[in-house]
């Protein structure tokens, strides 16, 4: 079978059939810079934290001379897992099957009996942990199994310049608080990833209950959006308010905190950021990012705060993946501006939140709805903005596709595109 570059029409054994998962895990994640952590979560040598890159587990770890690994999680002997835990501080890692011993940078360091029980040509230097390369951007630990792959700068194209605009607006970096949370969900991952990369038509529908309880606040109010795709499949939504009496500000920040974010970035970057009610998008293929400063009632808050959170997407089989969430502050807010961050970020795109809640349901639905033979028969259809008018021009002069049009599946198409073409199957 094969698809034409710019699908309109997928079929759905791309989400139900296992053999399908089997190609994604070789093609897309093992040839594919994947974010692995950030470095906020291993600050001192010897930090590590364990993750997953697709079907791979993996350690990633800071060693000494400020150095980041990033290494198959997996003995060289027998296979067995040598870190257990989520997270610590560790000179060694000990396999608890045969003992083998490696270091924080993955270099075998020991094997019980080896004078005794392996010959004098037993070399440890070659039985190191399986390295994965490793770039960091902005905080951000990318990794790739990949030896040909472009380095991270050429994979990302034109959307670095989007990532440097949303992780390089403050001077003094952000970092992660409130640690990460990680839940499984019925549904197929890339039915996820197409939802954040771009996809504003489900709003009113899907979350209709936060407009109508007031939570969405000035986002419900005149906004125009604009969406923007880079060839290797990276993709992101932009909304902004189109009422001129609102001041040009990134709400929800501190002011002397965003006056002189503001004061330092580009001014195309500034007119990026301004006055937006969300960003959200897609790093091509499974991290997914959002800012937005949302308002919040109740007893114990109130107003509108900002919050910017990361999420991964790891297959656990065809119709269930994994979703890592983290949280990112600003490291130079006030203690109490990050927990209240925090707070609204955990209500309002928690795994247990509103939002959360709708888009889960909605994701189990699509896989309920897979079927088997008409549904097999019956392809997702892809064609919303294909045609229809566009706006005027974007606030901002950027880089990349921008696409004047809020609710369209342009970044669908792109996403969706640039898969088919990794798994072979465009013409």
């Known amino acids: 079978m094969s698809i034409a570059s710019e699908p309109t029409a997928v079929p759905r054994s791309f989400y139900r059939d296992p053999a399908v998962l089997e190609r994604e895990l070789g093609e897309v994640f093992g040839r594919s810079w994947l974010f692995v952590a950030h470095e906020s979560e291993i600050p001192q040598v010897g930090d590590y934290v364990t993750r997953s890159m697709g079907g791979d587990p993996v350690i990633v770890s800071r060693t000494q001379g400020d150095g980041v690994r990033v290494m198959l999680n997996s003995c060289t002997h027998r296979g067995t897992q040598v870190c257990k835990v989520s997270h610590g501080n560790t000179t060694t890692f000990r396999c608890g099957y045969h003992g083998w011993v490696f270091g924080t940078d ?10 005794a029980l392996y010959g004098p040509d037993f070399d440890l230097s070659r039985l190191g942990l399986r390295q994965a390369r490793t770039e960091v951007l902005h905080g951000l630990i990318f990794a790739t199994w990949d030896p040909d792959a472009p380095d991270l700068m050429t994979s990302l194209g034109e959307f670095g310049w989007y990532l440097d605009a949303f992780f ?10 409130g640690g990460m949370h990680r839940v499984n969900v019925r549904g197929n991952w890339k039915i996820h990833a197409e939802n954040f990369s771009g996809d504003g038509y489900h709003l009113q529908v899907a ?11 000035d986002q419900a109010g005149a906004v125009e959006g604009f969406v923007v795709n880079d060839p290797n499949g990276h993709c992101l939504r932009s909304q902004y308010l189109a009422d001129e009496g609102v001041p040009a500000t990134v709400f929800g920040y501190e002011d002397e905190l965003i006056e002189k974010a503001l004061a330092a970035a580009d001014p195309e970057v500034r007119r990026f950021r301004e006055k937006t009610t969300v960003i959200h998008g897609l790093v091509y293929p499974n991290l997914l990012l959002i800012t937005t400063a949302p308002r919040y009632f109740g007893t114990d ?3 509108s705060v ?13 119709h269930h993946h994994e979703v890592a969430y ?24 928690g795994a247990a939140s509103y939002f959360e809640a709708d888009d889960l349901e909605n994701f189990r639905r699509i896989d ?11 392809p997702y259809n892809y064609e919303l903005g294909v045609g229809a008018a566009e706006s005027g021009p974007p606030p901002w002069r950027g880089p990349g ?10 970044n669908q198409r792109t996403f969706v595109g640039r898969y088919l073409e990794q798994m072979g199957e465009r013409a």
Do not use: C, N
């Open 326 to 349: 983290w949280s990112l502050v600003p490291r130079d807010a006030s203690p109490e501006w990050k927990a209240k961050s925090y707070l609204y970020v955990t209500r309002q795109h």
């Open 301 to 303: 808050a109130d107003g």
């Open 401 to 410: 596709r921008i696409v004047r049009q809020d609710f369209t599946e342009a």
């Open 368 to 378: 309920a709805g897979l079927g088997a033979v008409a549904g097999a028969r019956t």
């Open 207 to 217: 979350h209709r209950t936060m407009f109508e309880l007031g939570v969405m606040g």
């Open 106 to 115: 993955g270099d075998l360091k020991g094997v019980p009996g080896r004078r």
């Open 306 to 318: 900002a919050f910017t959170q990361l999420r991964v997407l790891t297959p656990i089989d065809q």
């Open 168 to 177: 390089g607006l403050f001077p003094g970096g952000m970092e992660v608080y």
